[in-house]
């Protein structure tokens, strides 16, 4: 009987960086997959709204491009969201599907996931101990809960 190589977070960062487009589930690799231009141009909204605020509020930094996050140890769970804030608290930032993901994250403790939906131009408002909600363009993104003072971001801007 064969068994599969459970691999670390920390032989992930080793690879060469053209082999290093995997997440790791349960030590188990698997293979991220492209996203299409139009979610790029979407998250680039969003980052461009996001930044400004973050950074002149002090609460921390917004990272993007699936920086990998180790959500559990033994075996390592290493998850790349599109963007994420990154409290000053909880700086240096780590080394390193939809609904387990989203999962994944509230199981984590992570208080808010905005899972974009470009095709249907939705944003599933997410996070642990929060309801679900669906925020339908031109709605408004509203993180002020976790990010206070953050001005509402109109989904009609970013879905355009």
């Given at each position: 009987m064969a068994t599969t190589k459970l691999w670390t977070a920390k032989e992930i960062a080793a690879l060469p960086e053209d082999e290093a487009v995997f997440e790791l589930w349960h030590g188990e690799k698997r293979r991220v997959s492209p996203t299409g231009g139009r979610h790029g141009v979407i998250c680039s909204r969003i980052i461009r709204h996001l930044g400004p605020y973050i950074e002149s509020a002090g609460i921390g930094e917004v990272v993007i491009n699936d920086v990998g996050f180790v959500l559990r140890r033994d075996p390592?769970?290493?998850?790349?969201?599109?963007?994420?804030?990154?409290?000053?608290?909880d700086l240096p930032l780590p080394d390193g599907f939809i609904e387990t993901k989203i999962a994944l994250y509230r199981d984590a403790g992570v208080p808010l996931?905005?899972?974009?939906?470009?095709?249907?131009?939705?944003?599933?408002?997410?996070?642990?101990?929060?309801?679900?909600?669906?925020?339908?363009?031109?709605?408004?993104?509203?993180?002020?809960?976790v990010l206070p003072g953050m001005p509402p971001l109109s989904l009609g801007a970013v879905f355009r």
């Open positions: 390592d769970l290493l998850l790349g969201p599109d963007l994420a804030v990154v409290a000053a608290n996931i905005w899972t974009v939906m470009p095709a249907t131009n939705t944003v599933l408002v997410d996070g642990a101990g929060r309801a679900r909600a669906t925020i339908v363009a031109p709605g408004d993104l509203d993180g002020a809960d």
